[in-house]
């Protein structure tokens, strides 16, 4: 069949203005893609994001393609994109099938179904074998109740079918299907954030989490599955050659897990010289029991790492089941620094059990580590997560106000807790970047990094993107 993908676009056509920040390949429908195309199905992807495509341009392509199914995925920030590039699929009268799949309708199939009348069949959790299975079904005539892992239509109702089980062995996935998107190389996917050296691209080892943090869905499920060793050098191996990359960032939701692989990709990646920065996504807990892995991430390229710190307070940090203790974070993130690696610690402000001194602790406890840079977010109690649940009945909470849900630096509070309204959620923020970023050491620290036409490039696009998150939001 003629299947075409879609990743909607970051932003409405409108805001399109203000989209300079970097994005990256999206790897779950390159995944899709590659399996597809294994089982001789014909698939394009379109990545909305990183070329800009909405409304004629998205039409343009569509016209072009002829698609028989069209997938397309969902996030929560991103629902009133997914609702536009529905309503551009259905101007076209191409008597398409749109399937959708994604973390947004994943969690909540029934209600998103209901509020599309559009989508015939949602692909809940791993979408691999679930979207072949669909469209192989679409294709044959056969019965579609007989696929697990979906919900489909029959009359008025929704029904969902028996929920597939996740992938055991990730490493008989294809190698996604990036020959599929735009230049991977090329500058719309340059995140202005994550790069000592370009081209830079984004790799994906694992899937699940074995950690419990209230406000995450983990909709890869609570173990934590990945690819082998040899398969992950293997895609590196493969980037390097075809695409000559020359940064890697891991974006697994924690990439080091599983401590002996993690050795072994060090050791290897500095071994095999292949000349790679790279970056990922830690966790403070095991950095602070494997202290050891701090010095071999470093030797083999590792320059970045990103750490979910949330909160400065230690009875937030429990009640949301973090999991880490401050002493931990301020161990860790030390030692991180003394290793020349930069870190990026991750905040949640309006925690349900946030107060207005449980925020001024986080903002000095940020303060007092040698953080690189810091996202202080507000609280997005995502559908499908425990936090969800108990922001309905605690403080005040805009739960529909999908668009508003986005995970970026500036956003909108849709939720605060009792006894810290919104407003002074909304000047906290700000108040707390400036605190952070405008300490007379902080800048000279970084002033200082300017050596050379490249990190002044680099430095400007992040200025211009915080300014723009912090001052130029409706
Ligand atoms: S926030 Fe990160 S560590 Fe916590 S459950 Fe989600 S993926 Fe796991």
Redesign the pocket.
Known sequence: MKITLINPSLMRQDELRWDKGGTYPPLGLCYIAAVLRNNKHEVNIIDGEALRITGEKLKERLLKDRPQVIGITSHTPKFNQLLDTIKTIKELNLQAAIVVGGPHISLIPEKTMKQIPQIAYAVIGEGEYTFLELVNSIENKQPIEKVNGIAYRQGDKIILTSPRDYIKNLDELPLPARDLLPNIAGECYSNAFRYKQLPMTSVITSRG?????I????IFG?RYRMHSFDKVMEEIRHLVKNYGIKEIIFVD??FIVDIERTIKICNALKEQKLGLTWSC?G?IDILYKHPELIPLMKNSGCWYISL?I?SGNAEVLKKI???ITLEQVDSVVNQLNSAGIHTKGFFMIGHPYDTKESIRDTIDFAKSLPLGSVQFSYTIPYPGTELFDIAINHGFFEGDSYEKMSSHTAGFPVYSPPGVPIEYLKAIQKKAYREFYFRPSFLLKHLVKINSFQSLKKYSERGFVYFKSLFLKK
Request: a positive charge.
């Open positions: 989490c074995p950690y419990a943090c406000f995450c869905a983990r609570a939701d924690t996504h966790r979910g949330e089941r973090k999991n």
